[in-house]
């Protein structure tokens, strides 16, 4: 069954460097989705992605992130100048269409600890 | 404004007893999603099981079947005949028809006794 894949599956960076999370969503998926998930608390809508534009991002998703799809394949979440506060789980997903029906399948997800 | 609660942060169940796992939700879309998903300690995120707000039947996957109960607002997940592996968390999760992203409740973990 095809899946949504990620890596790493875990980053530790000192605060204040750079980030990069990669995902590589499900070939037939058009909708990518990064999601986070502070230990212990719910998982957070960050940012939704389609045919190369950003179409919602929520409060969290502030000017340190940005996505990107270099490529066909990958989707990608860089964290600019990572905070202590940015240590999460960091969860892509992807669907195949974006309507009320149709489930997003995750990733594994990337634990993300900066120190 | 849209909204998802799970009211029980932790249950536990006996092996091969069924358990009822509580969400309700808030919103003014008359077309939406829901959705359940696991968390086992492993943290991966599995989709389980979905209802759409015009759907007349409670939906059912295997053990996992959905008490939809429109007017209430309420999606409870019902697992029969619980096995070990299905201590994990469990997330409810709403997706309305005109945004694309999952409002998640805040999960209740599930604890299987032998």
């Known amino acids: 069954e095809p899946e949504v894949t990620q890596t790493p599956s875990h980053q530790v960076t000192q605060m204040g460097q750079e980030v990069i999370l990669r995902c590589v969503p499900i070939?037939?998926?058009?909708?990518f989705y990064w999601y986070r998930q502070i230990l212990g608390q719910k998982v957070e809508f960050l940012v939704s992605?389609?045919?190369?534009?950003?179409?919602?991002k929520s409060e969290i998703f502030d000017d340190q992130f940005s996505v990107e799809r270099p490529d066909g394949s990958n989707f990608t979440l860089k964290i600019r100048s990572t905070k202590l506060e940015d240590s999460a789980m960091y969860f892509c997903?992807?669907?195949?269409?974006?309507?009320?029906?149709?489930?997003?399948?995750f990733g594994d997800g990337t634990r993300l600890s900066i120190l | 404004a849209q909204k998802i609660t799970q009211t029980q942060p932790g249950m536990f169940v006996q092996e091969k007893e069924a358990v009822t796992l509580d969400c309700t939700y808030d919103?003014?879309?008359?077309?939406?999603?829901l959705f359940w998903y696991k968390q086992p300690s492993s943290g991966e995120m599995i989709f389980l099981i979905y209802?759409?707000?015009?759907?007349?039947q409670n939906a059912t996957e295997g053990r996992y079947s959905l008490n939809f109960q429109k007017a209430r607002k309420s999606a409870n997940l019902v697992i029969s005949a619980s096995q070990l592996g299905d201590s994990a968390m469990y997330f409810c999760?709403?997706?309305?028809?005109?945004?694309?992203?999952?409002?998640f409740g805040q999960g209740t973990e599930l604890s299987v006794k032998p």
């Open positions: 209802q759409g707000s015009y759907d007349q």
């Open positions: 992605f389609y045919n190369n534009e950003i179409s919602e």
């Open positions: 919103t003014s879309d008359p077309s939406y999603g």
């Open positions: 999760a709403m997706r309305e028809s005109q945004g694309g992203k999952l409002i």
């Open positions: 997903a992807s669907s195949a269409r974006q309507v009320s029906n149709q489930p997003q399948h």
């Open positions: 070939s037939n998926h058009l909708y």
